[in-house]
DNA sequence: CGCTATGTTGATCCATATCAATAAGTGTGG
DNA sequence: CCACACTTATTGATATGGATCAACATAGCG
């Protein structure tokens, strides 16, 4: 693994407070490899034989069951990913798919998982972390089951207008099949569920997002700290 | 808290490896209570003062927005709930209510984050614990947006059969309008749902399910182990 | 340029929610 | 122990959100 990707990855939260030397045995085994669109970087179901790090470009988790697939994350850089497989050496529940052009480091999960073992304060920072994205997908959940698929989108594109800062211009940085898929529904449902806020003074044209009413937006939408917050 | 209680929690997976010391210093500052059914023992967007610990009873945990509500899941001894809030000193992100009378140990969520600080095995221990815990969770995301209501009733109906060591007979263990919340449906709609899988040999009689086809109720669900299995 | 994938729109269908009425439990107090 | 109230479960009728199917438009892209 190149020295020059060291400082990103040594500034993520979760290696941010581990031993000097901890880290090197990690990125000693670690490999960092350039993928082209659309690749398959793993399947759901086999072991989990490396951590993932992407460090830049992006990357879809999807699962699939019996012909059918949903969305269920697009990581951004830089983070981590599929960090409880590893740590519990269980199967990966989700696929993962490269959607541009992205850089990735590798580190072996038995590495991860003697580090964790050896260095406390990386394990400290994997529970933190491992906090943080079990409330993420709690939040995810609340938001399917308690919203409509309108009121999902209306929230949606409130949590990315605020984080662009509150911009009430803004392109949606990913295609609206996948923001379907991810939202859970049909593109043709998504389609038309834009349209649906039009009233509510939303207006798309590509993937250019407008807010002409954020107090009727909001109104609407409902937004919730217990659902859209990112962090807490 | 009564140390005939210590058993009991000392023997989670949690607690098993602590530090005796560590494990004085949680029991000493918390205390064991007996609650009555319907009793809403944490609301969600309250601190986290508390880590809980149900030693008797049963607790669901659910979830509100804009006056609709869900059940996210429920409970059962021994085992701890609202882990990750009480690890992130973060508001809960669920609600939760005993279902029957029940023995509750809570630890001031103070308490568990300096010992997690000072108790190494103890860290470790909440990594395996969490990391579990978030991977139900997307098994539980999976279930709901790539099966209809009547697939996920099925497969719920397979899990419950295999908790109870594969009987072909069982009794439902919770009422049918919070089975039905938590899988996503209406009490009518599961009633329906449940019509519905006679054809493939499900006769319900009040709580009582008997499976009289396995393998047409197998071949319908298409049970995964990616989605259904409890641990991995 | 076409070619192919993505997005939109319309028509229709289906799963599930909602509304309403009834039945069946369950618990409480007389 | 029964009558009453109250909650839960079932069933039917209907409404609706969202899926599906089909046609067409559009936009990237080799």
Same mark, same amino acid.
Not at 9 to 27: C, N, Q, Y
């Given at each position: ?80 990913? #599929? +960090?409880?497989?590893?740590? $519990? ?10 959607? *541009? =052009?992205? /850089?990735? %480091? ?50 949606? #594109? +409130?949590?990315?207008?605020? $984080? ?10 990913? *295609? =609206?099949? /996948?923001? %379907? ?52």
């Amino acid at each position: 693994m190149p020295e020059s990707d060291y400082p990103d990855i040594r500034g993520l939260h979760l290696f941010k407070d581990m031993a000097d030397e901890h880290f090197l045995s990690l990125t000693r085994g670690a490999y960092v490899q350039n993928f082209p669109p659309q690749i398959e970087l793993i399947t759901e179901g086999d072991p989990s034989d490396f951590l993932h790090i992407l460090l830049s470009g992006s990357v879809d988790l999807f699962s699939t069951w019996n012909g059918r697939e949903t969305s269920m994350a697009t990581v951004r850089p830089i983070s981590t990913f #599929i +960090l409880a497989a590893t740590i $519990r050496d269980a199967p990966y529940l989700m696929s993962a798919r490269t959607l *541009e =052009k992205s /850089r990735i %480091a590798l580190i072996p999960s038995q590495d991860v998982r003697s580090v964790f073992d050896g260095d406390n304060s990386f394990a400290r920072a994997i529970v933190t972390e491992l906090a943080q994205c079990y409330r993420s997908v709690v939040k995810n959940t609340k938001d399917l089951k308690l919203r409509t698929s309108l009121e999902r989108l209306a929230n949606y #594109i +409130l949590r990315q207008q605020n $984080r662009r800062g509150g911009a009430s211009e803004f392109d949606l940085d990913f *295609e =609206k099949r /996948r923001l %379907a898929s991810f939202l859970g529904m049909t593109p043709e449902n998504l389609s038309r569920a834009f349209k649906g806020l039009q009233p509510y003074g939303v207006t798309v044209n590509g993937n250019r997002i407008s807010i002409d009413n954020q107090k009727d937006l909001e109104r609407f939408a409902k937004p919730s700290p217990l659902i859209d917050d990112v962090s807490t």
